[in-house]
């Protein structure tokens, strides 16, 4: 069976401090990955894509950047976090071609302080 | 760019009572529609999909309606049940890898 673990749970950070969010997939061969963004009690946007080691494509600039350096990770991180980073990031995998059903992970709460 | 809409942004229904969720979306590209829940504490999770060749899906009392020419989707929850309480989401994805999601419709079903 395929599971998917972000982590951390959550985190409580300062403006200007950097940030590194991780996401495992287990249990599935080379997967689609995504990073999701939601604003508290909001919709989801899209922030980054994956479908190969190595290769990070950007859908919306929000000083933010990601990396996969292994097929089951993927990374989500800035250097300088921002109040508006502040949120629920939400990691999600596919297979297959384009325009399959995600399955996603718990999500990491991130409070900007 | 893509815009999707859902209507209504919330609602409260009795227990056993059936409802309607509508969603819109502007892209004709747009080719594939699936739909989550987002419960308290729990991740989100898909419940069902449509293809843009179809018009109708059912997965137990859920049903899913799809008219391509208004570029609008239904979905028809029947029997409700307090466990279906949640946040649904709509979603459109067209060509490339991204899907966008709709604006949300939180979901309260009480005793």
């Known amino acids: 069976a395929q599971t998917i673990h972000q982590w951390p749970v959550a985190e409580i950070k300062a403006v200007g401090s950097p940030l590194s969010l991780g996401c495992t997939i287990k249990g599935k061969s080379s997967p689609n990955l995504y990073w999701y963004w939601q604003a508290t009690g909001g919709t989801l946007q899209q922030l980054f894509y994956?479908?190969?080691?190595?290769?990070v494509e950007s859908v919306v600039q929000l000083n933010l950047s990601a990396s996969r350096p292994k097929d089951d990770q993927f990374i989500l991180s800035t250097e300088k976090l921002l109040l508006s980073h502040s949120g629920f990031y939400l990691c999600?995998?596919?297979?297959?071609?384009?325009?399959?059903?995600?399955?996603f992970g718990h999500g990491t709460k991130l409070s900007v302080l | 760019g893509e815009q999707v809409e859902q209507l209504p942004s919330s609602l409260i229904v009795q227990e056993g009572a059936s409802v309607l969720i509508n969603c819109s979306y502007t892209?004709?590209?747009?080719?594939?529609f699936p739909w989550y829940k987002q419960e308290p504490g729990k991740r989100l999770q898909f419940i069902i999909d449509?293809?843009?060749?179809?018009e109708r899906k059912q997965n137990q009392r859920l049903t899913l309606l799809f008219d391509k020419k208004t570029k609008h989707l239904s979905l028809h929850i029947t029997a409700t049940q307090p466990g279906d309480s949640a946040i649904y989401f709509c979603s459109a994805g067209g060509s490339g890898t991204y899907q966008r999601f709709g604006t949300g419709t939180k979901l309260q079903v009480v005793p």
């Open positions: 994956s479908i190969t080691v190595g290769q």
């Open positions: 892209d004709s590209a747009s080719v594939y």
């Open positions: 449509i293809r843009s060749n179809m």
């Open positions: 999600a995998w596919s297979v297959g071609g384009v325009n399959e059903r995600l399955f």
